[in-house]
Structure formats: structure tokens, C-alpha cells
């Protein structure tokens, strides 16, 4: 069966250092793979969208990478900051489906001043 | 610019009752989803609608009904609620293939 894998535990670190959250999948051939971020109380929003031929993705402080061999994403939120607090759920579209996504349970970020 | 709009916020229900939650969203969307969201376990998908007239059963349909009454708005009909139905519910919204963008959830207790 499909299965996405996120480190349950939350992921606990200082102001200003870089924040690597892993995303895990079994038994896909992904299309490709989106990051959201989601707040206590409301719905996930979209950040980023990475295909499956392409190995990395940037936007401002985040970067993306996606390695189909490892089936395996990297979130990474570099310089991060209180704000960016929350919990960060990774998405697959696999091949050959209509728009349908499987998500993972999410790992929570905390981020220390 | 309100994006998906999910009503009610909360609701608690008796085992066996019924309730409609309702979504509608102003980006002229085709495609539309209901998810629910327990803990420790990932956005499930109940059923979607590819577009206005369809819609097709997800992940977990069980207990469920949906009814795609035209572009904007995409229901959710709980015919006779369950404890196992306790959630927290999303509906979102996407344009063909683009990320799906989400209302805040209706959060269902069951008792």
C-alpha cells in the first residue's frame, strides 16, 4: 500500500539556524511532491511544488529537494524564525492518477528565540 | 477575497444524527475535496469532484455523501454519524493539476 512517512516527533531548534524536516514514501512513482504548512486551527497552505525531475526547489528561505532513487523529500527552512513555528505536511501526486494527493501526518517545528 | 469557506466551525452531534457541512469557493476552481484530518495520521481523502457534475469516491468514503450543487460549492453529507466520524474536516479547492488551497476546517465531535 502507499505510506508517506514524516518524523512524528517534534522538531526542536534555535533562532536563526536551518530546519531539515524528511519526508519518506514507499511504493510510489510520484508526478511530484508539494509542501504545506499548517497552524493550530486552520486549514494547510500550499508553500512549495517540486516534480520528479527535478532535484531541487527554492523559494526565499525554504528549499526543497526530492530524490526519487532515496525516495526521499528534504524541507529545509534556513534562518528560521519563531514565526515559522508549525506543523509542515509533505503531499504526493502519483503517476498516472487524476489530482489526487496522499499526505503525510506532518511534523511540528518549533522554533526557539 | 475569502478563498474556500467552510461552515459550520464546530458542531457536536448525537451517534445517529445527521448534518450537512458545506464549502464553497470564490477562485473559479474546477476541481473540489473533502478530507478528514485524526491525529497522527494524515489528510485522508473522503471524495472529490474533478468538476461541477462529478464526483468520485477517495480514501475513506464510508458514511459519507457528497453533492457538487454547482462550481462554487461542494457538500458533505453525514446520513447517520458514528463516533468513528469524530474529525476535524477540510474541504479545498485547486485548479486542474495546480495546488489545492484549504478552508479552516470544521471540526465534528460525535457523541
Known amino acids: 500500500s502507499q505510506k508517506i512517512e514524516q518524523n512524528s516527533e517534534a522538531l526542536n531548534i534555535q533562532e536563526g539556524k536551518t530546519a531539515t524536516l524528511t519526508c519518506n514514501y514507499t511504493?510510489?512513482?510520484?508526478?511530484?511532491l508539494q509542501w504545506y504548512r499548517q497552524d493550530p486551527g486552520r486549514g494547510p497552505v500550499f508553500l512549495l511544488l517540486i516534480r520528479e525531475n527535478e532535484k531541487e526547489k527554492r523559494k526565499e528561505r525554504l528549499k526543497v529537494t526530492f530524490d526519487t532513487t532515496l525516495k526521499q523529500s528534504l524541507f529545509h527552512i534556513t534562518a528560521s524564525q519563531p514565526a515559522d513555528s508549525a506543523t509542515y505536511l509533505c503531499a504526493l501526486r502519483f503517476s498516472g492518477g487524476y489530482n489526487k494527493l496522499i499526505f503525510g501526518a506532518g511534523t511540528r517545528l518549533a522554533v526557539h528565540p | 477575497n475569502a478563498g474556500v469557506t467552510q461552515t459550520p466551525k464546530f458542531q457536536v452531534l448525537k451517534t445517529g444524527q445527521s448534518m450537512t457541512l458545506q464549502c464553497a469557493q470564490d477562485m473559479n476552481h474546477n476541481s473540489m475535496y473533502w478530507y478528514r484530518q485524526d491525529p497522527g495520521m494524515g489528510l485522508r481523502l473522503i471524495y472529490y469532484s474533478a468538476s461541477e457534475g462529478t464526483t468520485d469516491k477517495g480514501e475513506v468514503p464510508n458514511g459519507y455523501n457528497v453533492s457538487r450543487l454547482n462550481k462554487r460549492e461542494f457538500s458533505l453529507r453525514l446520513e447517520s454519524a458514528a463516533p468513528s466520524q469524530t474529525s476535524v474536516y477540510f474541504c479545498a479547492s485547486s485548479s486542474g493539476e495546480q495546488p489545492q488551497h484549504f478552508g479552516d476546517g470544521t471540526r465534528l465531535s460525535i457523541l
Open positions: 511504493n510510489y512513482s510520484p508526478a511530484y
